[in-house]
């Protein structure tokens, strides 16, 4: 548990150093859902359940799935800098 809450940390921390620099917020909305769900912490222990084949369309799924949650919030808000 306190791996996991570390590392959200970090990718807070990580977060606003990037909008910093100018990345859009549909952008970071990709990232914090996508970065969680591909680490690789978390596909070694769903293989253990479900086998390397299922991770890997899991990992493709959600990668698309942030994808195009990134790109829904950028069409209904907008490209907010």
Sequence with gaps: MLCSNALAMVEVVLVGALRHLGMSLSAVLAFLLGGPMISIPSMMAVSRIIG?????????LAVLGAIVAG??????????W
């Design 52 to 60: 390397w084949r299922l991770v890997l369309l899991y990992t493709v």
């Design 71 to 80: 790109l829904f919030y950028q069409f209904v808000v907008g490209d907010v």
